[in-house]
């Protein structure tokens, strides 16, 4: 049975992350916390394309650096500031123990979100990754998850779950795709058509460790 799961806020806390680059960005520039509040207002919890996002921020201080060395900067340093919780990692441990394909399937620079999976601890935990700035296809387009499947030996059609924080990406493009969905309710607010809801990974992992391997998802 194929569990997929998506990576940023999902299977790693993307926001605590970007806050500690942010805090760090700020003291090595001599900015206050004002300044810190402006970036994460700016970030719109990771929503905000990094281009549009760096180039904001290289106007507002006056920075001398071109955005594609800003760029740079943040995709090389952002993964040292990821972690997974310990529980996650055993969790994933647990699944594929149960007899579960597990895979990572997610949006963002190749660099970076390899950076993440791999200093998070989330490489060996899984079997596979799909990323979409190394494919050319991003989700919710459904290449994506099938590429995702394909790197853990399985395919779509023989059934599996998605895992994610986002309605559309996560839930609508694992839907589209012919998987069983599960939400990570982060709190934000809004509805989410999808199978099941979970406030986090740690439960989210729960749930199909408790399902039976031999289900076809949706």
Request: glycine share 14%; charged share 25%; with cysteine.
């Amino acid at each position: 049975m194929l569990a997929l799961f998506d990576l940023d806020n999902t299977l790693i806390d993307r926001l605590d992350a970007f806050r500690r680059w942010a805090a760090e960005f700020a003291s090595e520039r001599g900015l206050d916390e004002a300044d810190v509040a402006w970036m994460e207002a700016l970030d719109a919890d990771g929503y905000c394309p990094r281009d549009t996002f760096l180039s904001g921020v290289r106007d507002r201080f006056g920075l001398a650096e071109p955005v594609e060395e800003l760029w740079r900067a943040y995709r090389v340093r952002l993964p040292f500031l990821v972690s997974c919780p310990d529980e996650v990692l055993s969790g994933l441990d647990r699944l594929r123990a149960a007899g579960w394909a597990v895979g990572i399937v997610t949006n963002g620079a190749a660099d970076s979100q390899t950076g993440k999976i791999r200093h998070s601890g989330l490489a060996g935990r899984v079997d596979g990754w799909a990323i979409s700035g190394a494919e050319g296809v991003s989700k919710p387009d459904r290449r994506l998850f099938e590429i995702g499947a394909g790197r853990c030996g399985a395919v779509l059609g023989d059934g599996g779950w998605m895992v994610g924080d986002n309605p559309d990406a996560d839930i609508a493009g694992g839907r589209a795709a012919g998987l069983g969905t599960v939400w990570i309710d982060r709190g934000l607010g809004g509805q989410c058509a999808a199978d099941h809801v979970v406030t986090d990974a740690i439960a989210a992992i729960e749930l199909l460790i408790r399902m039976n391997p031999d289900s076809q998802g949706r």
